[in-house]
Structures are given as structure tokens and as C-alpha cells.
């Protein structure tokens, strides 16, 4: 018997077909995939067996029994829980009070705080997640936030644990805890359902694998022993496709460096922080969640203090105030790794979310932009991206995971910036959008833009930097030439963070 199981499930929204006719069965103590491009309806499907959407058509059954799921504590109450690609934490509330949401502890009908933040330790640490439980949601990076779903949804115990992109925001290492954790929870019996577009983590986690491709099941359940990556890509996308080697870098070292920090500090802890990109050159930052990636950029584009030290811009010193004049000032771009909170006017259009960057261009008299001179600004611009849409006003909010990415990049070229910071690039998008955007990259470094690249996927660091910056605990700790063999790298890489987190251990146990 199945632990929980969608039958023919058919879903429309506003006219356009999200599923149609799909199927999914997840047996009792399995780690089962669910695969597909952006847009193929994976988290629709995900939706409909937690009671966000109810289908149009078809039934879903847990433990064989066919029932009606009316919201997420309905589902909760079937023993199904979910981790959703979009985030759901409440941000004024503490770690410890969104882990426990569903099940806070009283004493006396009032919340017993005491017994909820000792409650919530043992959760977070079994996911790695060292933070304090009376934090604030707010003050996590997206990783972080991620990090605190997977264990709030680990603490109610579901017998059907539903994961929509768990790894999207974590690295190699964070991810292998979680696997860790998955793998216990498949032998005590759980269903686990695990949404990826990594391919080598669906290959070498699960048990079984369901393809999704324009909202049909093209593959229902089969074993994920034997069967190759080459094979699951053309399920996906119904064609092979072809992949590039890794760039060749470009890079301009006689030239004058786009960007350089030296000895920078920030009032977030950063110190002593030296980097360069120089026109053509690609960048990378990598570390562990809570390494200070993020949180230099946000820095460096205004969006925090700056309390020592010097960033240059085109070999001349700088102060940016905010994004605004970065753009606007100094041809800067910030393509944030939180698309939804940050990247995106989720209720603006299309035309709305890639023409911002060039309203000021377009502004006739009387600072009127009309709508037809902001569609022929962006449309080659999301023509080029491959965004797909059903037109320039359809509602942002409405695409794919991937397609909002490739709405967030198409603002940048618009704007057709110098120096572009990316952060997690190809954060939920599919295998062959992340080559698409691989290529975009490259295709920017070629023409003399400068690129510093964050991400958690250590693999994607190798395809496209030129030089790789480890960091760990706001500090740069290293730096390597690309030499493109990743199983060294890796490994020289993951000592120094190591390495690094031991020699910190001892001065926060002090503190």
C-alpha cells in the first residue's frame, strides 16, 4: 500500500493547464524523485497533496484511503508535511517559535518560551543549523531559512515528508547531513518525496524517480538503480541535450580591476577583506550557510554598513549608498539569491519586473513611459533569456521557479551593467536552464563585463569561475586558480573550511 498516492490529477489555473492527467505513488520507507524542467508542474503536484490547491480532477489517497484535503493542517492531520520551494517563515518571529508553529508549548494556556527554545535546539542542530533559537526569522540568510523549514517540518514527525528544492541554498556538505537525516527517516519507515533539479543528488539519494514534463507523468515510479543522467534529461525536456565544457577564462588581468575591496570591514562582522575582478573575469565566493557571502555583497551594494577599508570601482574609490546608485551611478547589477523577497515585484508584470532598470532611459516628457516603449526596451532582452510566459504582461508571480530566475538576470542585461553580482544563479531552475544560464555568463565575461559569483553548488563554481574565494566565518580563507579538476578542488577546498570552523571553535566557546 502506498503512503500516499495523486491519481489522474488534472489543475488550470486562469486557462492555463498545469497538470494534466498526472500521477504519483510513494511507497512507505522510500526516498522517492520527482523530476522535471521549470513549469512542468512539480510544484502544483506538491501543492495538491498538501491541500494549498485542490485538484480539478482526481483523487489523492494516503495510506490507500482517497481523501479531501482542505489547507496544510489538514494534511498535517493525514500525516503529510512539506518544505515548499517558496519560503514560509514568519519573519518577526523568533527560530524557535517558527520551528514549533504547528505545536508550541503552554503551560497555563500562555506559551512557555523556556520550554520552546529547549525544545528547538536538538531540531536545529540536527539539520547544522547553529543559530540562536530566540533570533528573529528576519535575520537568517535564505539558507538558513531553508534550513529552519526542513527542520520544522523533521519536527512534527510526518509519516509523508514532502521536499520541494531542500538544496537549492545549501552546500555540498550541508546537503550531505540532510541526506543523512533522509536515509534514517526512509529506514524507520517515512515516505519521503525529494524535488531536485540536481541530478546527481536525485541518482545517488533515491530509490525510485518520477518525471514530470508539461504537467504529464512521462515516467511513473521507476528505478533509479541503472538508469542514466543522459536518460532522466531527455525524459525532462522530450530531446537530448547537448552540454558545454567548462569556460575558458577571459579575463583581462593588464586592465585596470572593475571591482576591488581592500582590507574591507562591515559592521556584519567582515574584516580584512581583499578581492579583485577584472573586466572579463569571472569570481567566485564559496563557503558554508553563515560563511558572510551574502551578507559582503549586500555590503558592498549599500545594503549594509561598511566600517573599514576601501572599494574601488574602475581603480577609483567609492561609496555606494544603495542599489539604486549602484545601477544608476556605477553600472553595477545584483541578481539576489532571494528572488521572491528581494529579485521580484511578484504582482508587477514581466515588462515591469526587466524594464525597471531602464525606466530612466525610457521616461519621455512629463516622466510618462508608455507601455509600448517599455515592451520593445525588454522584449528582445526576454527573448533572449527564454523566458516563458504566456506575454510581457503576464504577472511574474504566475512563472515558474525558473523562469522568475531568468526574469531576474533579463533586468541586468537590460540595464547592461559592468560589473554584475550573482548570487546562487541557478537556485531552483532545471538542468537545462542552469546550462542556459551558464552560457549567458559566459557570453557576458566575453564581452568585458566583470562577474563575482556566489554559490552553494561547488560543481557550478568549477564550470564558470576563474578564480575561486573560500570563505568562512566572514573572513576570505583562501583562494585557488581554477584548474577545472573538481575532485581536487573539493577536497582542498572542504579541508580549509574545516580547518577554519576549528580554529573559531575555541573563541566562541569563550565568548
Known sequence: MNAVEA????????????????????????????????????STLIKALTGVHRPDRGDILVGGVPVTLAGVHDAMRFGVSAVHQERNLVPELSVAENLLLHQPPRRGGLLDYQRMYREAEPWLARVGLDVDPRARAKTLSVAQGQLLEIARALSVRASVLLLDEPTASIT?????????????????????????????????????????????????????QGLRR???????VGRSVAFAERREPCARPEAVPMLELRDVATELGHDAVNLSVAPGGVVALYGLVGAGRTELARCLLGLGRLTGGEVLLRGAPVRIADPHDALHRHRIGYVSEDRKGEGLILSHSVAHNIGITVWDRLRRALGFITPRREADAVGPVAARMGVRMSGLDQEVGQLSGGNQQKVCVARWLAGDVDLLVVDEPT?????????????LLDELARAGKAILLISSDLSEVVRLADRILVMADRRIIAEHVNTGDYAQLSARIMDEIVEAQALVVPERATA
Not at 519507515?189 to 508539461?214: M, N, P, Q, Y
Not at 543522459?230 to 525532462?236: Q, S
Request: aromatic letters at 4%; a negative charge; hydrophobic letters at 45%.
Open 427 to 439: 537556485i531552483g531552475v532545471d538542468v537545462r536552464t542552469k546550462e542556459e544560464m551558464y552560457v
Open 7 to 42: 491519481r489522474r490529477i488534472w489543475k488550470t489555473f486562469d486557462g492555463n493547464t498545469a497538470l494534466r492527467d498526472a500521477h504519483l505513488a510513494i511507497e512507505p520507507g522510500s526516498i522517492h524523485a520527482l523530476v522535471g524542467e521549470n513549469g512542468a508542474g512539480k
Open 172 to 224: 555540498e556538505r550541508e546537503a550531505a547531513v540532510l541526506f543523512g537525516i533522509l536515509r534514517e527517516l526512509r529506514d524507520a519507515g517515512t515516505a519521503v518525496l525529494f524535488v531536485s533539479h540536481k541530478l546527481e543528488e536525485v541518482l545517488g539519494l533515491c530509490d525510485r524517480i518520477t518525471v514530470l514534463r508539461d504537467g504529464q507523468t512521462v515516467l511513473d515510479g521507476v528505478q533509479a
Open 230 to 236: 543522459a536518460d532522466l534529461i531527455t525524459a525532462m
